[in-house]
């Protein structure tokens, strides 16, 4: 079992920043994919970012040139830098972790992120 705990949303002003972070516990060895993935009110689940053990990343073009995700394999933690936070980016924010790049493997409970003014 692998147990992961996302911190860092909140409230921010359009154009603003937020830095979310996840952490990973338990049986880690064989996370090979951690991705970001985000649910607005009403709406599907959808994918924001990934980044393997190897360090190769995806963005979804919705993000690309705003957010940026970082990874410390040593520590098990992923970060999602976001910039210039558009109102349209409001969700909760759900860190997973996967043997490989397909959707399934161990969920954090999310955390939530709002741009309003």
């Known amino acids: 079992q692998v147990q992961l705990v996302e911190y860092g949303g909140g409230l921010v002003q359009p154009g603003g920043s937020l830095r979310l972070s996840c952490a990973a516990s338990g049986s880690s060895d064989n996370i090979f994919v951690m991705t970001w993935y985000r649910q607005a009110l009403g709406e599907q689940r959808e994918f924001v970012a990934g980044i393997s053990r190897t360090g190769g990343t995806v963005l979804a073009n919705s993000v690309k040139g705003r957010f940026t995700i970082s990874r410390d394999n040593a520590k098990n933690t992923v970060s999602l830098q976001m910039n210039s936070l558009k109102p349209e980016d409001t969700a909760l924010y759900y860190c997973?972790?996967?043997?490989?790049?397909?959707?399934?493997?161990?969920w954090g409970q999310g955390t939530q992120v709002t741009v309003s003014s």
């Open positions: 997973n972790a996967n043997s490989d790049w397909s959707v399934g493997g161990y």
